[in-house]
Each structure stands twice: as structure tokens, then as C-alpha cells.
């Protein structure tokens, strides 16, 4: 899935298409994302190269990322952080920085990224792994 304007948009967002918990949160924020100055692109999605998006697969895998319209990369909570304000909740995203609140939204995401898959229910056989790309540029 990948949507937005004609013209570039301030943030790409990469995320896993394939995890419900990513899936269910970008379609709340694309019913929000009314002017289009959020892309998002399905790192799952078929044809999708990580070369693309200038990050290593297992890289793209164990964290979300997104790209500003500069071609900066950030990762984990700022990319939320950036998605939200672009989205018109500058408030909130204001109260994500305080330093307690900062930590400890770190901490909670990098929690959450490590056990995603287990949280799935896409683990294989006891592995909770992502899944490999292979040279076609499929998940494998």
C-alpha cells in the first residue's frame, strides 16, 4: 500500500504491511492524512527493495523508519512523532518530548519492535524472526 500526491510528500513512512498491529495503525493514520503529506510504503509489499528505501532489510525490519523530503532518515518513536505532527497533533507530539515521557515511549517502542512478531503470532516453529528477503526481492 502506498498513497499520497502527486507532488513529493514531507515523510515517507516504511513499514511491514504483513503486521497487524503496523497495518491496523497506518490505516488509522491514512484516513487522517487528508492534504497527502505522508506516503506510505509497505515494506512487505510486492516489488518493494531496501535499496529503495536506503536501509537494510533487517534493519527496516527490526525498527520503523521513514525518510523526510530532504532524504534525512529517522527511526522508532521520531517517525511516529513526525507522522502525528504532520497529522495536526502538534500538542500531543509536544508532550512525547518531555524527558521522562521521551524515555520511557523509547523504551516501550524498542519493547514492542524485539517482540512484534511473537505479539503476531508470526512465529515459525519457536522462531520469532523477520522474514528474509530473497535475491527476487520477495519475502521469503
Given amino acids: ?39 506510505f510504503t509497505d515494506i512487505a509489499g510486492p516489488g518493494f527493495s531496501p535499496e529503495r528505501a536506503g536501509v537494510p532489510w533487517d534493519a527496516l525490519m527490526a525498527r520503523i523508519h521513514a525518510r523526510l523530503a530532504d532524504g534525512t532518515l529517522v527511526e522508532g518513536v521520531e517517525v511516529f512523532r513526525r507522522v502525528y505532527a504532520l497529522l495536526g497533533f502538534g500538542p500531543l507530539v509536544a508532550v512525547t518530548r518531555l524527558p521522562g515521557l521521551s524515555r520511557l515511549l523509547d523504551a516501550g517502542y524498542d519493547w514492542f519492535a524485539r517482540n512484534r512478531m511473537r505479539l503476531a503470532g508470526r512465529c515459525d516453529e519457536g522462531r520469532c524472526e523477520a522474514p528474509r528477503r530473497v535475491a527476487a526481492g520477495r519475502a521469503g
Avoid: I, Q
Fill in 1 to 39: 500500500m502506498a498513497t499520497g500526491p502527486s507532488s513529493a510528500p514531507a515523510l515517507e513512512v516504511f513499514f511491514d504491511g504483513a503486521c497487524p498491529f503496523c497495518e491496523r495503525e497506518v490505516r488509522f493514520l491514512e484516513r487522517r492524512n487528508r492534504r497527502g503529506l505522508v506516503l
